[in-house]
């Protein structure tokens, strides 16, 4: 029996699924939905099945998921009794669940050493040295994610309100904001005791958008964004002494470099590959050995 590999990248809207040989060559992917094992562990249970054998279809090969092993990289990975759960439940030969950071590093850097800032609506740095893992941030919204899109759009809103309050000038930005509320600035309040870390990030666009205008209240956003990666990229080059490729990942990554330290923006480079194909790659990397013992 031919030893299959399959990699998951898991997160809070989509799963996806890679199937590969012994060689790590990819023979098939599949897709389906939410696979955060923490807020829904049993619907994310389905979507991995799901998505892996959708990954042995597309191979030309009868789904036969007890086959194969297993590395899933999968969001809410960072609370035991979910991991447990979802372990004790996978329909994989073997499997190990490691976070969604684990897979994105992998993919981009490859075996060698190096880190990633994920920037998106939220924020996790991750740094390999001598075969050592070592993370920083991604603490959640409420205590951390500092220059993540959730905190950006939190300033937004911040400033619109320091604006209207006649405490710092009326921006492009601010105008725009407050017009989304209808000028309400009791709107903007009642949004914002209720708004979860993605509600934030959709008016990081504006941010973005503003700054290139060269609009004062979106550059001090974005230069203190900018300044809260800075601090957790030395702390990553502390760990790595500077060694190795350096990459920032996540829907903020090509927006960011401008405003960050010409220390940091000098040595960016872009991945090897992508988050899916590190959990490939740790798959074949992890079972390579026992599946073909057992083939």
């Known amino acids: 029996m031919a030893a299959y590999f399959i990699g998951i990248d898991g997160g809070g809207t989509s799963c996806r699924a890679a199937l590969a040989d012994g060689n790590g060559t990819v023979l098939g992917r599949g897709k389906s939905g939410a696979s955060n094992i923490l807020t829904d562990p049993d619907t994310a249970l389905k979507h991995i099945a799901e998505a892996a054998r959708l990954a042995f ?17 999968l969001a809410g990975n960072n609370v035991g009794d979910a991991v447990n759960y979802v372990t004790a439940r996978l329909p994989f030969r073997q499997s190990d669940i490691v976070s969604d950071g684990v897979i994105a590093l992998q993919g981009a850097i490859g075996d060698e050493d190096g880190a990633i800032g994920i920037v998106g609506t ?9 075969g ?27 400033e619109s309100l320091l604006a209207y309050d006649n405490i710092r000038p009326m921006t492009g930005l601010s105008k725009a904001i407050l017009a989304e509320f209808g000028n ?16 934030f990030g959709r008016h990081t666009p504006k941010v973005f958008e503003f700054a290139r205008q060269g609009d004062e209240a979106a550059i001090r956003i974005l230069k203190a964004g900018a300044a809260s990666i800075d601090e957790a990229l030395d702390a990553m080059n502390a760990v790595t002494k500077g060694k190795g490729r350096l990459c920032l990942l996540g829907g903020l990554a090509s927006l960011y470099p401008g405003y960050l330290a010409e220390r ?8 090897l590959a992508d988050a899916l194909t590190g959990a490939v790659a740790l798959a074949v990397k992890t079972y390579g050995t026992t599946a073909e013992a057992r083939a």
């Open 57 to 73: 279809i597309e191979a030309g090969l009868e789904p036969d998921l007890s086959s194969a092993s297993a590395v899933l990289g």
């Open 122 to 130: 939220g924020t996790v740095y991750i740094a390999r040295n001598e």
């Open 184 to 199: 309400n600035p009791e709107a903007v309040v009642d949004f914002a005791r209720l708004a979860k870390p993605g509600d």
């Open 132 to 158: 050592k893992l070592h993370s920083v941030a991604g603490w959640g919204f409420q205590v951390s994610d500092l220059g993540s899109g959730a905190r950006l759009g939190q300033l937004a809103l911040q």
């Open 264 to 271: 940091h923006r000098v040595r960016l480079s872009e991945p």
